[in-house]
C-alpha cells in the first residue's frame, strides 16, 4: 500500500523569504499523481500545486514549484517570497493513475508560520 | 461561485441523536468524498461515490452512512452520534475527465458530540 510522510509537523519562515516543506512517499507504482494543499485557518482546503510521474519537469505556479525526484520518491514543496497569507498547513497527497476509485493517501500535514 | 457546499457549518450533537450532513456541488463533478479530519490524524476517508446511485466504504466507515441520489449531492448520516465521532468533517469532489484533477473542497463542518 501507498503511504505520504511528511516528517515536518512544524516549519516557521520569516517574510520574503524562501521555505522548503518535505514529503516522501513509497510505492511501487511507476504512474500516478503528486499534489500539495494548503489549509488556512479559514479551514478550506486549497489545490496548491500539481505533479505528474512522467512528466520530469517540476511544475510551477508563481511563488511556489516542486522538487520532483521519482527515483528518490520525494516531491518538496518551495515557497518564494513568503507571505503571511502562506501561514497555513500544508498537505501532501498522491494519487495512483491505475484503478477506478484514485483516492487520494494523504500525509499528515505540515504546519508554515511565517514570521513578519 | 461555483463550488462545494456543505451544511451545516457547525453542530452540537448529544450521544445517540443522529444527523445529516449536506454536500453539494454544482461542478458537474462524478466523484465525491466524505473526510474527517482529527488533529495529528490528517484526513481520513469515511466514505466515497464514484457517481449517482454508487457509494463505497473508506478507511473509516464504521458509524456513519451516505447516499448520492443525485449527482450533485452527497449526504453523510450520523444514525447514533458518539463522542468518537467529534471532528471535521470535508467533502470534496473532483472530475474524472482528467487524471491530474485536483479535489475541490468544501469548508468543512465541525461537530461536536457531548
Known amino acids: 500500500a501507498q503511504t505520504v510522510t511528511q516528517s515536518q509537523p512544524e516549519m516557521s519562515v520569516q517574510e520574503a523569504e524562501t521555505v522548503t516543506l518535505s514529503c516522501t512517499y513509497d510505492?511501487?507504482?511507476?504512474?500516478?499523481?503528486l499534489f500539495w494543499y494548503k489549509q488556512p485557518p479559514s479551514r478550506q482546503m486549497i489545490l496548491v500545486i500539481r505533479q505528474e510521474a512522467y512528466k520530469q519537469q517540476n511544475a510551477t505556479e508563481n511563488r511556489f514549484s516542486v522538487n520532483f525526484q521519482k527515483a528518490a520518491k520525494s516531491f518538496s514543496l518551495k515557497i518564494s517570497d513568503s507571505q503571511l497569507g502562506d501561514a497555513a498547513m500544508y498537505f501532501c497527497?498522491?494519487?495512483?493513475?491505475?484503478?477506478?476509485?484514485?483516492?487520494?493517501?494523504w500525509g499528515l500535514g505540515t504546519s508554515l508560520a511565517v514570521n513578519p | 461561485n461555483a463550488g462545494v457546499t456543505q451544511t451545516p457549518k457547525f453542530r452540537v450533537l448529544k450521544t445517540g441523536q443522529s444527523m445529516t450532513l449536506l454536500c453539494a456541488q454544482d461542478?458537474?463533478?462524478?466523484?465525491m468524498y466524505w473526510y474527517r479530519q482529527d488533529p495529528g490524524m490528517g484526513l481520513r476517508l469515511i466514505h466515497y461515490?464514484?457517481?449517482?446511485?454508487?457509494?463505497a466504504k473508506g478507511e473509516v466507515p464504521d458509524g456513519y452512512n451516505v447516499s448520492r441520489l443525485k449527482k450533485q449531492n452527497f449526504l453523510l448520516g450520523l444514525e447514533s452520534a458518539a463522542p468518537s465521532q467529534t471532528s471535521v468533517y470535508f467533502c470534496?469532489?473532483?472530475?474524472?475527465?482528467?487524471?491530474?484533477?485536483?479535489?475541490?473542497f468544501g469548508s468543512g463542518t465541525r461537530l461536536t458530540v457531548v
Open positions: 497527497a498522491y494519487r495512483s493513475a491505475a484503478g477506478n476509485n484514485r483516492k487520494l493517501i
Open positions: 461542478m458537474n463533478h462524478e466523484y
Open positions: 461515490s464514484v457517481g449517482e446511485g454508487t457509494t
Open positions: 510505492t511501487s507504482e511507476s504512474d500516478y499523481y
Open positions: 470534496a469532489s473532483r472530475t474524472d475527465r482528467y487524471l491530474i484533477a485536483g479535489y475541490t
